[in-house]
């Protein structure tokens, strides 16, 4: 009788131990779900937090806007817009019109300039875009606007939809005397 004792209380104590682990690992597997979310959701902040600071890196132009576009450069902001779009060979001619918001003259700026036409609800077509890089001939006088003109290959006037900026830089700096 002894033994049949001492072995139900083995068995018990078995199953009351399983049991304990096993409500064990449903709670740290709740926990483990909890902290997988919260870690997701942190990700996704920190991907929102990243697109919106670099947005300010980036001009983003339509033609027949009014106003400019400020973009950040390495030297400071500089403000962008389209002055004029003519029809060129294969393309289009535009004119850029940039303000020079620091005290420097900027030469040689460049830039990654990117074009193409928009979708039906105003979306660039990113996967039809054209781009290449491009280095301004023109000195960005400091405190002034300045013109350039610059071809943009494969797309009339009539389909042109945006021209985007980003990656602005320059090869040399100018102070007065």
């Given at each position: 009788?002894?033994?049949?004792?001492?072995?139900?209380?083995?068995?018990?104590?078995?199953?009351?131990?399983?049991?304990?682990?096993?409500?064990?690992?449903?709670?740290?597997?709740?926990?483990?779900?909890?902290?997988?979310?919260?870690?997701?959701?942190?990700?996704?902040?920190?991907?929102?937090?990243?697109?919106?600071?670099?947005?300010?890196?980036?001009?983003?132009?339509?033609?027949?806007?009014?106003?400019?576009?400020?973009?950040?450069s390495d030297l400071g902001n500089l403000t962008v817009s389209i002055a004029d779009i003519q029809p060129y060979a294969n393309g289009s001619k535009?004119?850029?019109?940039?303000?020079?918001?620091?005290?420097?003259?900027?030469?040689?700026?460049?830039?990654?300039?990117?074009?193409?036409?928009?979708?039906?609800?105003?979306?660039?077509?990113?996967?039809?875009?054209?781009?290449?890089?491009?280095?301004?001939?023109?000195?960005?006088?400091?405190?002034?606007?300045?013109?350039?003109?610059?071809?943009?290959?494969?797309?009339?006037?009539?389909?042109?939809?945006?021209?985007?900026?980003?990656?602005?830089?320059?090869?040399?700096?100018?102070?007065?005397?």
């Amino acid at each position: 009788m002894k033994i049949k004792a001492t072995g139900l209380v083995i068995v018990t104590a078995l199953l009351l131990v399983g049991c304990d682990s096993s409500t064990k690992a449903a709670s740290l597997e709740k926990k483990v779900e909890a902290l997988e979310k919260q870690l997701g959701d942190l990700q996704q902040k920190v991907e929102i937090q990243q697109m919106v600071s670099g947005l300010d890196k980036v001009a983003f132009l339509t033609p027949g806007s009014d106003g400019y576009s400020v973009v950040k450069s390495d030297l400071g902001n500089l403000t962008v817009s389209i002055a004029d779009i003519q029809p060129y060979a294969n393309g289009s001619k535009i004119t850029l019109l940039f303000g020079n918001l620091t005290a420097a003259t900027i030469d040689g700026l460049k830039t990654k300039l990117e074009w193409g036409s928009i979708d039906k609800s105003g979306m660039p077509n990113s996967a039809e875009a054209k781009s290449r890089d491009v280095t301004f001939n023109e000195p960005l006088i400091s405190g002034s606007w300045t013109k350039s003109d610059v071809v943009l290959e494969g797309i009339p006037p009539a389909d042109l939809g945006f021209v985007r900026l980003q990656d602005v830089g320059h090869r040399g700096v100018r102070l007065r005397r």
